[in-house]
Each structure stands twice: as C-alpha cells, then as structure tokens.
C-alpha cells in the first residue's frame, strides 16, 4: 500500500510564499510511481489540478499559476514539493498530494491521494 504525507500548509498574507512538501512510502510490487503533483480545492469549487511532475521531470501548471508556483521532486526520496510565491486570497483552498502509479501486465494506473493541508491566503 502506498501512503502520501503533506506538510507546509498555513496562513500567510498576500504576496508571502509557502512550501508544501509531500512524501510517498509503500511500494506494490510491480508499480512505480509515473507522476506526482498537487490539486486544490476551494469551497463550492471543484478539483482542480494546480502543477504536476512526472519521473522524467516534466512539469505542467494550471494557467491562474504559472509564473508563481514551481513544482519540484526528489526521485530517490518519492517526494514531491510545490514552491508557492506571489500568494493571492484566491489560491486559498485545501491542497491534496497525488501520485499516479503504472505497472502490471497489461499496463494499470494506481491512483492515490493525501489528506489534504489548509492553505489560507489573508491579511
């Protein structure tokens, strides 16, 4: 089985930065970990996928972020971090870790998620 631990939410005013990191341990026999990334959630919105990266290093940023944020990852210690800066009131939301497992004969997708971390944006 494979868990997701987040850390570094929090309440920072306008135009602060925060971290947020996000391990993965467990393994299943087979499966390796393709991509990891982060999503948000704000009250009365749905999921949204904020940045991703893959193993090969490939990024990918919701538009509303791009320029502020940086998705980064550590491939040996199966974490995955999100540099957030410029923080606006509208990024508030909760911050859920995903990562996206292949593996098997024929090919499976795993998918698996974090509990979340409150990140807050106020003066």
Do not use: H
């Not at 929090?10 to 993965?24: D, I, K, M, N």
């Not at 949204?48 to 290093?57: D, N, P, Q, Y």
């Amino acid at each position: 089985q494979v868990q997701l631990v987040e850390s570094g939410g929090g309440l920072v005013q306008p135009g602060g930065s925060l971290r947020l990191s996000c391990a993965a341990s467990g393994t299943i026999f087979g499966f390796s970990i393709y991509r990891m990334g982060w999503y948000r959630q704000a009250p009365g919105n749905q999921r949204e996928l904020v940045a991703s990266i893959t193993r090969g290093g490939m990024t990918n940023y919701v538009d509303s972020v791009k320029g502020r944020f940086a998705v980064s990852g550590d491939n040996a210690k199966n974490t995955v971090y999100l540099q957030m800066n410029s923080l606006k009131p509208e990024d508030t939301a909760v911050y859920y870790c995903n990562a996206i497992m292949r593996g098997g004969t024929p090919v499976k997708t795993l998918d698996y998620w974090g509990q979340g971390t409150q990140v807050t944006v106020s003066s």
